[in-house]
Structure formats: structure tokens, C-alpha cells
């Protein structure tokens, strides 16, 4: 095996967005994520919508004017 071809290994300490905060091993320095295990849906089993532009809003102003133009319609 060839020396000094890999990167170098840092203890990090992960940051959540919810607050939750685990050591682990990376090639980075600093991690922070949005969503753990903590906080995510599929560990939780409690549905949480992470939206931050806007998404939902858009798309249900799009569908009441789908719905309003298909009313006028009808």
C-alpha cells in the first residue's frame, strides 16, 4: 500500500439543527446537518414538513388556482 495517499482522519463533533450534537470520524473538520436520527421522520415515526423555501406554499397556491379555474368550469 502506498503511504501518504489517504486523508487525513478527524475526530468531529457532528451539529444538528435540532440541538443534538455525536462524535464520529471524517475527513472534515466541522459537520453540521440538518436533519439526525433524533429528528428525522423515519426514526421518530412523527411527520415533520422541512420546507425552508417555501415549496408547500407554492404548490398549494397553484393547486387552489387549478381548483378555481376548474370551478368556473364546471
Known amino acids: 500500500m502506498k503511504k501518504d495517499i489517504h486523508p487525513q482522519m478527524h475526530n468531529v463533533l457532528v451539529h ?3 440541538g443534538e ?3 464520529t ?3 472534515s473538520e466541522e459537520i ?6 433524533k429528528c428525522h421522520p423515519l426514526f421518530t415515526g412523527a411527520q415533520k414538513f422541512v420546507d ?3 415549496r ?4 398549494q397556491q ?7 379555474k376548474n ?3 364546471a
Not at 408547500?56 to 404548490?59: D, M, N
Not at 397553484?62 to 378555481?68: A, E, H, R
Open 32 to 37: 453540521r446537518v440538518t436533519t439526525c436520527s
Open 52 to 54: 425552508t423555501a417555501g
Open 21 to 23: 450534537t455525536f462524535n
Open 62 to 68: 397553484k393547486l387552489d388556482k387549478f381548483n378555481k
Open 16 to 18: 444538528c439543527a435540532c
Open 71 to 73: 370551478a368556473k368550469k
Open 56 to 59: 408547500i406554499e407554492k404548490f
Open 25 to 27: 470520524l471524517s475527513t
